[in-house]
């Protein structure tokens, strides 16, 4: 078991998202918060321009640019693909990190609650799973497209040997909400306990099971031609996330009054409902379907 000996948390990787930004300048102030007694931990505040443009980006989402062919390509030069770079540099190289654990801490418009997303598949996530689960059970964990290689992977926090990120919600932009904050303090230090916890091989006993979400696809708002909107997320889904959507239920609302029904073939799970930040795009919600991720035992059982 190679153990966890540098540790990065990252706030800021979008502008306007405040609590990781504010977390991470508490934890600055107060050191002791990330203090444990098996590794080293740090932070990094990902992208300063924007927070001080109240942006999301400047350029480009910053939280898209870290395909390690995308790193690699001198090309892709504006703030944000200079920025990942840089960030590149500090963690990585990706592939061949510095950093073993990156948390990267993010805020979500939509009604998801103390989300922990894992990136990646195997044990140490699994047993990451089972241990944020049992100290915070109103947390819901999910993998993003964890069948990717990290390398493959855009996102910040796959720059590390290993990366998950802390999503919580609601919270509009450019806020904070002192219950989501708390919220995003408690998963942070439960990920630390536990990383301090598997390198001194003090793991207590997790659940033999963790239920999960696993990401299928997105789906947009009904667009005409011109890209118009012609409708809206249906109050039946709105602030639903996690909440079962069956086949014929109600997803869409039209502005002409007619509702446009779920046409998939299977239940599914939603996140990410009307989050502000994806409209640009139209995306009207991400849809997961229910997995279940299996703890194996500890060292020692």
């Given at each position: ?28 102030r ?17 992208n ?61 418009t ?86 301090d ?22 789906i ?13 997320v ?36 939603p ?5 502000a ?25």
């Amino acid at each position: 078991m190679q153990p966890i000996q540098q540790v990065a948390i990252v706030g800021g990787t979008h502008g306007n998202e405040f609590s990781g930004i504010y977390l991470i300048r508490q934890y600055q102030r107060q050191p002791e918060f990330l203090q444990r007694q098996s590794f080293h931990a740090w932070t990094l505040f990902a992208n300063p321009q924007a927070h001080s443009a109240n942006k999301r980006y400047l350029d480009a989402d910053l939280n898209r640019q870290f395909r390690r062919e995308d790193l690699d390509n001198p090309a892709l030069s504006n703030y944000e693909q200079s920025r990942a770079k840089v960030i590149d540099a500090v963690l990585g190289p990706k592939g061949n990190p510095k950093v073993d654990l990156v948390i990267d801490l993010h805020n979500t418009t939509s009604n998801m609650g103390p989300v922990l997303i894992l990136t990646q598949a195997g044990d140490f996530y699994n047993q990451l799973a089972g241990y944020v689960k049992m100290k915070m059970p109103e947390a819901v964990i999910s993998c993003d497209e964890d069948h990717l290689s990290a390398e493959e992977h855009k996102l910040l926090c796959t720059t590390g040997r290993y990366g998950v990120i802390v999503e919580v919600g609601p919270q509009p932009q450019s806020v904070l909400r002192q219950d989501v904050l708390e919220q995003m303090h408690s998963m942070t230090q439960h990920i630390l306990d536990f990383a301090d916890l598997y390198n001194r091989k003090q793991l207590p006993e997790l659940p033999a099971e963790v239920e999960a979400y696993r990401y299928l696809h997105s789906i947009t708002l009904p667009v005409n031609e011109q890209g118009e909107r012609l409708g809206m997320v249906h109050s039946h889904v709105q602030d639903q996330d996690f909440k079962p959507i069956k086949p014929g239920d109600p997803i869409f609302k039209r502005f002409d009054g007619k509702e446009l029904l779920y046409e998939g073939e299977s239940e599914v799970y939603p996140s990410f409902i009307n989050e502000a930040a994806y409209y640009d795009n139209n995306l009207a919600m991400s849809l997961n379907e229910k997995i279940t991720l299996v703890v194996p035992p500890v060292a020692g059982d």
